[in-house]
């Protein structure tokens, strides 16, 4: 079965084709960053309109690397939501009208499912039942995943999701969109003992999470040297940002497995790009004896691949959940626990 994947729930347009017997055939993608980065994040119209412009030609260039033609697709699956709402109504109306020429089901995936089951993707992909980590700009949640479509919440964030935290507090010391990519490389250059910052919740007795004190804490210390923070000095923040964030995400992971019982841990969202977080896990994997995956650093951040392979796994257990019902409607909100699969 042939599966297309339609992703546009924020600033990435991503196409992918996955085949559940020869596996992901091809995939492209068209980040809108340059175009937002003027404006210091998403600024949701223009990431709407220029999901418009880039589907159909990232379509053409998938079905042209896969040496595919459009009639072959069985099936497609389309981000649903969560997400911005205009900018998922093109992925939906997109995915829908294609459905509709080419007489094929369509199938509304949700975006974490996507991020959750993206390390499966991999060529030694974790069996169930894992532990996972889903840290991306919206989201920062603890899973028990015993299946595709057996998920169940451990913990989640009160507040700002680590992602976030990582776009505002680049912000505040002057860095760039999105913030996490270039905090983490300025912090490669920072002195760890400068400046010590909050570990939110790292002492609670639940695996639930909050970021909003550590971004302030960002605030505090920039605020105070507003005049003279010098470029050291801001390596020496973001040095202190991400040991405390890294730190808190590595010990919330490591009571998530505790309490389980599992060995096997999965990072998946924007944040588990992060090279410090993978240092952190990595070692503490080694020292425990669990085991730690990550999908291929393309799949960590948005993508259509997560998409169509979300999609292909739901139809091999149901292969009715797609239908030719092109009237569709998105999901801007959308609670991962109401998945469940039975
Ligand atoms: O999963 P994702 O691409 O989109 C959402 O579904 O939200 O995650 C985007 C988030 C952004 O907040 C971005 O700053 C963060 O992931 N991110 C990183 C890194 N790469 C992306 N955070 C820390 N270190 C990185 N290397
Ligand atoms: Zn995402």
Redesign the pocket.
């Known amino acids: 079965m042939l599966v297309l994947g339609v992703e546009s ?2 600033d ?1 347009t991503g196409l992918a084709l996955y085949d559940t017997q020869r596996g992901l055939l091809a995939h492209a993608l068209y980040s809108q960053v340059a175009m937002h980065e003027q404006y210091g994040g998403v600024v949701p119209e223009l990431a709407s309109r220029d999901h418009i412009r880039r589907a159909i030609p990232l379509l053409e260039q998938v079905l042209a690397e896969g040496g595919l033609e459009r009639g072959m697709i069985d099936a497609i699956a389309y981000t649903q939501g969560p997400g911005l709402a205009g900018a998922l109504l093109v992925g939906a109306s997109i995915a829908c009208g294609l459905g509709l020429a080419l007489d094929k089901p369509v199938l509304g995936v949700h ?1 974490l499912e996507g ?1 959750l089951l993206s390390p499966l993707l991999a060529d030694d992909p974790p069996a169930f039942p894992f532990v996972a980590l889903l840290v ?4 920062t949640q603890l899973m028990r995943v015993d299946g595709v479509g057996q998920y169940a919440l451990l913990g989640e964030t009160m507040d700002d999701a680590a ?2 935290a ?2 505002k507090s680049a912000k505040l010391l002057g860095l760039g969109y ?4 270039a ?2 490389r300025l912090a490669e250059f920072g002195d760890p003992d400068v400046y010590t910052l909050p570990r939110p919740m790292l002492h609670s007795k639940n695996l639930d999470f909050s970021f909003s004190g550590l971004k302030t804490a960002v605030l505090t210390v920039v605020k105070n040297r507003i005049t003279n923070i010098c470029e050291q000095d801001k390596a020496n923040v973001a040095r202190a940002f991400v040991d405390a964030m890294v730190d808190v995400l590595t010990a919330k992971c490591l009571a998530a497995l505790k309490q389980t019982g599992l060995k096997r841990l999965v990072i998946a ?3 588990g ?3 410090q ?1 993978r240092d952190a896990l990595n070692a503490a994997a080694a020292k425990k004896r669990f085991r730690v995956y990550y999908p291929a650093l393309e799949f ?3 993508n259509g691949a997560m998409i169509a392979f979300a999609g292909a796994m739901r139809l091999q257990i149901h292969p009715d959940a797609a239908k030719r019902d092109y009237a569709f409607n998105v999901r801007p909100r959308w609670p991962l626990d109401e998945l469940r699969i039975t």
């Open positions: 729930s924020c990435e975006h991020h991306s700009g919206g989201h992602g976030e990582f776009d999105p913030g996490g990519p905090i983490s969202g924007g944040v790009a992060n090279r977080l960590c951040t948005d």
